[in-house]
């Protein structure tokens, strides 16, 4: 009799305390423990055992976790999701950050291309003259590069000094031409004075003038793509907070303490959390739109005297005029100089130094004629076709992590927080800080700082972006971002619970176990959960387990005799 009783104590005990985690289910917590490297075997205990220390986990079953490996645990849910959001920018990451080196490498190829033409045509030209003019040309374009990269040059200055330093040339070579070269100081006599007699006639205004507007619409693409790479550098080191960093557990890894270590989290379910925590960022999606719009709109805007390419390439042109004007109005050029400065003073002619290179080439002007000049228009173009289809990222992250990544499939068992279940039953919030407020997983407080001064760095370049604040030449130092420091820096809420007090800056680890890239162009399928609740009765319809019946029955069968036991005494 008494063996008999306490086997259906035993049974009982079984029941009401762990028939999900039996010694075997215990042992594959194990082995998922080790394999995801959470934390050192020792955590775990050697049997099923009371959960009352767990803080987030806690069941009226017995449970395979200790309060160490809750711990753990949280840890590896928070570096779990910090790796998919890391994964999933990856490709909208790559491709500003490509088209950046891309954008700096056809500018520079530009310049070269552009001061070779310039040389070219003046070589042909203007004969021994464009043998000396090599030199200011050169500086010209070193100053205009120097200018599009983010240097900030005055283009007026710039342009200034470039024909300051012409004018003794084309005096010495074309308006007034001797035995010999007029002397340093002669020279620096004529280069001083020609700003009062304006040898160039307009072509040194126009040229300053379309170089300025021009680059102003360059500097301020590759400022923008800067900007936008900080966005992402923000959002993937999004620092969670513990509210949080507790219901990632309680999605993750609290199944495993009941044994469940294959279950995933109903889609309702998941969309509360990850929405939750992904509330801020979400705050993004309205000023990533808008600077997507506001990039092609600035590239539409890049035409004429905005083209940047056509800008440069026609810089040959611009300086034969102005070279032609001066021949042109050489006797009017010639007197006002000879009053400013006197007679020319020429070196000794045994003295002069032969400044033309005799194995410096003519450069025939047929190699260097483009058979297009649109190279930047048309990296523009195919850069914007592919960063339209990120466009909802940010609006669109929380429902695309659970739908690719996280979440129970429609039609299958879930995880709802406290047991495996056919639907998630409570309500599924929007996106955004607003909606949160009816949120039954995740409290959010407010909106993160971080977040907050990430957004209002983009509203300041999509109003430069539209031309509403358009600095004068140029002058773009008011959305400097730094040099992506902001990988350093966190946002949340963050306290020394699983030690997030002393993280720092730098790169981040990837350590991506089971995740995959989110494809681009997914984003925008899934968007219609961006503006409606995730309706319940859809939310993975599932059928019960039929071994968790089976299993019932074969308890039932089993205790049914110590109650029949029972009744008999």
Known sequence: MCDLWANCVFFLACCSGLCVGSPNRCDEVRKVFQLRQIGPNQLLPLSPRPGSDLQVCMSKNLTCCTKKMEEKYQVAARRDIQNLLQTSSSGLKFLISRNVAAFHDTFEALIRQ?????????????????????????????DISLFLLGSELNVDDLVQRFFDALFPLVYNHLINPGLSDISPGYAECVRSSS??????????????????????????????????????????????????????LKMHYCPHCQGLTQSKPCMGYCLNVMRGCLASMAEIDTHWREF?????????????????EQVLLGVHTLLHDAVGHAQKNGPRLSAQVHKLCGPPRRRPVQSVSMQRSSSRASIP????????????????????????????FYGGL??????????????????????????YTLRVVGNGIKAQIANPEVKVKGADPVINQIIDKLKHVNQLLQGKSIPKLGS?????????D???RYSGDCDDEDGCGGSGGGEVKRKVSRVSKLSPDVTGDHKHHHHHHYPPADDSEVEGRSRSLGLAGAIWVLILPCFHMLLAL
């Not at 299958?412 to 639907?423: A, E, F, H, P, R």
Request: glycine share 10%; net charge negative.
């Open 114 to 142: 552009a001061e070779n033409h310039t040389n070219a045509v003046l070589q042909e030209s203007f004969g021994d003259m464009a043998d000396q003019a090599v030199g200011p040309v050169q500086e010209l374009f070193t």
């Open 398 to 423: 929380a429902d695309q992590l659970c739908v690719s990544e996280l979440a129970s499939g429609d039609g299958l068992s879930c995880w709802n927080g406290t047991d495996i279940v056919k639907s």
């Open 476 to 484: 773009l130092d008011q959305i400097e971002t730094g040099s992506g």
């Open 195 to 248: 700003r009062d007699v304006r040898p160039f006639g307009g072509v040194r205004s126009l040229l300053a003038d379309q170089i300025a507007r021009s680059g102003v619409s360059g500097k301020l693409l590759l400022q923008a793509l800067h900007l936008g790479i900080e966005v992402i550098n923000t959002t993937d080191h999004l620092q969670l907070s513990r509210e949080c960093r507790r219901a990632l």
């Open 365 to 392: 002007l047929k190699a260097l004629v483009r058979a297009s000049g649109d190279s930047l228009a048309i990296r523009r173009r195919d850069f914007l076709n592919s960063l339209r289809l990120y466009r909802t």
């Open 292 to 308: 997507v719009r506001s990039l092609e709109g600035l590239s539409a805007r890049m035409q004429g005297p905005q083209d940047l």
């Open 486 to 488: 902001t990988e350093g």
